[in-house]
Every structure is written in C-alpha cells, then in structure tokens.
C-alpha cells in the first residue's frame, strides 16, 4: 500500500511511500509517520492513500514507522493548513508539519515515548468549575457578550473598546459561555506577543480558578510547548492561549477563538510562510463553523472595513469600565519641540510634569521606540557617521557596554576611539535610545525609581515579566521603554505617558506608517489612568498640527480610522486592492534586479495578467542586510481571486526560469511592510 506524506520542504505535492499492511487502516490519515528522506529521516504526516503511484512501485521507499503514540490529526486541521499553503503560495507540508511541537518535529527515536509520557505528565489540568456568577459587567460588555452568546455557526465579531474598557472580560465571560455549553469545548485565544501570556493566563486563572490552560509559544521549553500541544491535541486542555503560532494548534473540539490586540503587526510571520495568524483566525472559524471574536482599541483597517460594510458585526465598548471611569480616560497634549527645545530629550513641559508626578507618588512612562543609547555616533569634522559593515543603516550606540550594534543582522564591534576616518577624538553621540533617556531621568529625578524594558533588558528568560510585576507592585516611579510597554498591560498607579520619537513615524516610506503610529500612541496613552485617577499624555512632536495628533487629542479612532480610509480608497491602496510582494536576495543588487525583472517578464505572459498591475523592480529601503542585497518586486489587483487565481501559475513559471548567478527569492501575501 502506498500513502501521500508531506514534509517540511518547498514541494508542489507530497512524496509517495510505501506502507506496511500492518500499518495501514483509515486511522492512518493524519498519523505523523517517519520516512527516509536521501540519508537521513524525517518527520512527516500522511495525508491520503495513494492507489497508484507515478513512479516505480519498485523504488518507492518504505515508512520506517508510525508515530501510534500520538492520535492522527483531524481532516478540519488538514484542511485549514492547506487552505493556509495555497493561499500563501507555499508547499502544503511547509504549513503543517512547522505546527507541529518541536518534540514530534524532531525524529522521534528510542527515547521519544519517554519524552512524551514526561510531556502529557507535565498537563496537569483539572476540570471546569461552576461559572463564577460575582462577574460585574457594564451595559455594553453584557450587550457584546450577549451578542457573541446568540451566534449559532460562523460568525465574526469585531470588538472595539478604548483601552480599560474592558474587552478583555469579555472574552472571559464569552469564552465560559461556550466551554459551559459542553463538557469538552475548547476555546483558543490568541495575543500578539510573548510577553502579554503570563498576565493573560493569570487574569484566566483568576476568573475561573481550575480551568484547564495551557499557554503556547516560542518562548517555552521544547518539553513544556509539546505538553501544551498534546493536551490541546487530546482534548484536555479547554483553553489554549498563545502567540500567532496557535492558531495551527490542534483543537479537535475548538467552539470559539479570540484574537486580542487583532490590529498587531506581530500576527504576520517575518519569515517562512509568512501568514497572518488573525487572517488565518477568521478562515479556521468560517471553515469550522463558529464565532471569532477579534478586539483592538485601534482595529486594523482592513477589519474596520470588513465592519464597516456588515461582513463583521460591530460591538462598541465606549468608556473606561469602573464607576466614574467615563471622566478619566486621560488627557492628550502635544508639546510642540519648536518652541520648546528638548534637554536630553526631553521638552521642559515634560521634564516638569515628570518631576510633579513623581513628587506626587504616581508612576509615570516615557515611551520611546528606540533601544540603545543612541542610533548613532557622528564625528563633526568629517562627517563620518557608525554604519553597520554587512547592512545598508546606521549602527546603534550601546553606552552599556560600549559597543556599536546593528538592530537588524545583529553586528556589533567596540566604539572606536577616534574617527576612523580622520582621528578626531571628539566623537558625539546623535539622537536619544531607551538607555540614552533612562541615563537623563537618574540626573533629572535622582531619589526616582527608574526601570527599563526594551529587547535589550529582556533577554533572560522570565526577565520581562519580572519587571512587569515590579511596575504592578509599585516599586518601580518610572518606566522607561519601548513597544514592550504599550499594549494590554493593566498598570493601575500610571498618570502620567511621556511619548518621544513620535515624528519618525510620519515621515516613514510604507503607507501604513500612520496607522500603526496611531495604533501605538493610542495603546501606550491607554496605560494612563486606568484606576480612575487623573491623568495625562504628552506628546513631542513638531508636527502638532498634523490631522492624526488633532484625532489622537480627541482619543478619536474613528475620525481616524475614517479618513485614513478615505486616503487608503483615493490611492487605491490597501485593503481597497490585494498585493503580494515578490523579494529577491543575491550577492549583489543588480543581480536580483535582474532576476525580478526577469520574473515580471513572465508575469505578463500568464492568462488574466490583464487584471494584475505589476510594478517595477526597486531595492528594498533597507538594501542590504547581513551582506546580501535585496530588491522587491509589487504586484497587486482589485481583485483578489484574480490574484489567487494568477499567483500560482506565475510562481511556477518562475520556479522554471533559468537564470544566473543564484539568486534566493520569496513571496509574501498581504504583505505588512513595503
């Protein structure tokens, strides 16, 4: 007998094996089976029998063996990572089997039923307890949950509250909800970053104390993130909450998903298979037949849109959650750097409300999305500036350990002493990074506590949630940092957000820079006040007249949201027409100018290329990273079966074209950042 396995390679179709008759039964679909594959063995998944195989039967290789111990994957899980493959033009195998947990991902050998009897033991889940009926909810949280409550089937719902209003009880309430309707209903929860699990998982320990959690992400052990997969795989765990990673987690019973923060750039993948978790959130509902509730204080356009036009139905949550909490959503100033000239980077409107809300016990946040000390050092006498040697971009200031680093390959060497260029001693430092501030609020407010969190503080494991729960105990008057900070933590004592570095993201190349300014500003202003005190935002800029810090002022999304649409519409941008943006990398520019020229040569000659706007070849802004030069190649259509229909056709045409020097390329659907 012979069966179709996919494996984790770049294939148009799966590999053939043959199976022992001893293996074979229908419940061998979806099993994880081990196979040669040239010397050496790999994991892979059967996904159908194959009655007659197009190669001699005689060569066929043989399944070393079927992972029994673990139960085969469903026909819906099969569907949902081939629906994901193709949409995202990747071969099926490259979607499934890297959702797999690394345990299984790696051959299991002699010692992998020991590994698994150790990782299930890790799961020690216990049984749903009565719904908590203490839970308090505003008129608009019961109006949202109740919504949600009455879908029967697909259904996508699109919560958007101001931060502090609550969305997150919502989940919980629409979630025991679901899990109460079965004893065995699994629900999945998605947030963008790592970092935001540990106070999610407590707030759902909290709300029903026993539920059967389990996290899930990049962050955990091989042995705990296997654990957590298996006892969602069978069924045990009820709640999964996890990174974009999750969204392929095996969920044989799944009733409901909630992705949170939906609006976060974090749900696209950067490498690989480059999906959209939140997108991928929405089809797995639809294809499974049940409501995906998405929630933001600053939705993506895209699911604005989708709201907008009745294909998500809307729910509001317009005011902080609490007694009088209407009143307290916090001010928003900006600081205009023109007339008020920055000392260490900070404007002396700032400098003195910092110092006033220390003075009166409150802690206070500056937010600055820029790690480092400074992006740059420069010398005034030539000109020289740090650059990084393998990339196109400046070389970042590490006063910490004296180093130049690069933020993007991850170079670094010491800081010269003088000029390289011309020997001059005097070299400066130009700009202002998170250690850069974090250095000028101990000689502004010496008696302060101040406390940094940025990549760079983070690095050991457990390390940011260690000094999250040092803000959250107090102990901390000030917190210095970057995007870490802004989004879906619940400080309680914050009154005060000092925002600098604003203007940088105006003035940035990708169209969606405004949005995810907005979306960034709007979350960090969200840490302000949430305990009802008063409380205020001050924003640098030298831009104060700019229409999306006049909405920002009135914490007004919508007007926001509105025109930003109106512009997206006129331009013909994004999410008005689909894209798909093909990268080349080769050992030099030209060179993968060249093969991106090449390949939209052969984009015109594809049937309905009519309906497809391909634009030239151009390097990327950042031109060269890690020694390799890059370039890009946009295609996009009002259409997007259009696109689906001309993508495929296309990619294989430039599979099969011939062309010298090597060149490595890529295609990324939806793309994020152009």
Known sequence: MFVDVLLDRPLPAPLVYRLDESNAGSHVIGSCVVVPLGREETIGIVIGF??????????????????ASVAPLSQHWLALTRFAADYYQHG?????????????????????????????????????????????????????????GSARGFAAFLLHGVTGSGKTEVYLEAIAERLLESESAQALVLVPEINLTPQFEARLRARFAGLPIVSLHSGLPDAERTAAWLAAHEGRARVVLGTRLAVFASLPRLAMIVVDEEHDA????GDGVRYSARDVAVKRAQMADLPVMLGSATPSLESWRQAREGRYTLLTLPARAGAGATRELPSVECVDLRAEAPVQ??????????ATCVAARDQAIVFINRRGYAPV??????GWVSVCRRCTTFAAFHKTDATLRCHHCGWQTRVPVVCPTCGNPALAAVGHGTQRVEEALHELLPAARVERIDRDTTQRRHAARDALAAVHAGTVDVLVGTQMIAKGHDFRRVALVAVLNADSQLVAPDFRAPERLFAVLMQV????????????????????????????????????????????????????????????????????????????????????????????????????????HRAQLLVESVSRPALQRWLPIWLQRVREMRFSPRVRWQIEVDPQEI
């Open 50 to 67: 194959n009655a007659a195989p197009t190669i001699d039967a005689a060569k066929v290789r043989s399944v070393r063996r079927v992972v």
């Open 92 to 148: 099926w195998g490259e979607v499934a089997v890297p959702a797999l947990p690394p345990l299984l991902r790696k051959v299991p050998g002699t010692r992998f039923e020991a590994s698994l009897a150790r990782a299930r033991a890790k799961s020690d889940l216990q049984a749903l307890p009565p719904r908590d009926k203490a839970v308090q909810l505003t008129t608009e949280q019961r109006e949202a949950v109740g919504a949600i």
């Open 266 to 269: 974090s749900f696209k993948a």
């Open 345 to 354: 980077g900070l404007a002396p409107p700032v400098r003195d409300a910092l």
């Open 377 to 382: 050092i420069a010398c005034a006498a030539c």
């Open 525 to 628: 202003a969200g840490r302000a006040g949430r305990a009802g005190q008063p409380s205020k935002v001050l924003v640098q800029t030298r831009f104060p007249g700019h229409p999306l810090f006049a909405a920002l002022a009135r914490l007004d999304y919508r007007a926001f949201a509105e025109r930003e649409l109106a512009d997206r519409a006129a331009a013909r941008m994004p999410p008005f027409v689909s894209q798909a943006l093909l990268r080349a990398e080769a050992r030099s520019l030209e060179t993968a100018l060249d093969f991106l020229r090449a390949a939209a040569l052969e984009g015109g000659k594809v049937a309905g290329a009519s309906a497809i706007a391909l634009y030239d070849a151009v390097p990327m802004p950042l031109a060269k990273l890690a020694g390799v």
